[in-house]
Nanobody
C-alpha cells in the first residue's frame, strides 16, 4: 500500500522530509506526484518526478524551497521541504502514474496522506 510519511509539527523556516513508499514494491517504473490539501481547500499539485528521476516539476508556490528526488534503490521518493511557511500546512499525498503530470487524473494509485503543520 502506497503511503506518505514524515509529516509533523514544525516552526516557520524549519525543514521536513517526506517519504513516499510502498513496502515490497519498487517505484522505479512509475512517475510520482506530490499533492497537498489544506483545510477547506481543494487538492493542490506541488511537484512530480519522472520514472527515471531526470525530470522534475514544481508548483510556483514551492519552487526553490522544495526538492523531489528518488533513492537509488527505487523504493522511495522524497520531498525535501525547506523554509516552511504557515501556508504550507496541509495533508500531503503522493501518487503513482505512468508519467509525470500535474493533472491528478493521470495518477493511478494514491497513498494515505501525512499531515504537515507549520506554526508561525
Amino acid at each position: 500500500q502506497l503511503q506518505a510519511s514524515g509529516g509533523g509539527l514544525v516552526q516557520t523556516g524549519e525543514s521536513l522530509r517526506l517519504s513516499c513508499s510502498a513496502p515490497g514494491i519498487t517505484l522505479g517504473s512509475s512517475a510520482v506526484g506530490w499533492y497537498r490539501q489544506a483545510p477547506g481547500q481543494a487538492h493542490e499539485w506541488i511537484s512530480c518526478i519522472s520514472s527515471s528521476g531526470s525530470g522534475t516539476l514544481y508548483a510556483n508556490s514551492v519552487k526553490g524551497r522544495f526538492t523531489i528526488s528518488r533513492d537509488d534503490a527505487e523504493t522511495t521518493v522524497y520531498l525535501q521541504m525547506n523554509s516552511l511557511k504557515p501556508e504550507d500546512t496541509a495533508v500531503y499525498y503522493c501518487a503513482l502514474g505512468s508519467k509525470r503530470a500535474q493533472d491528478p487524473n493521470m495518477y493511478d494509485y494514491w497513498g494515505q496522506g501525512t499531515l504537515v503543520t507549520v506554526s508561525s
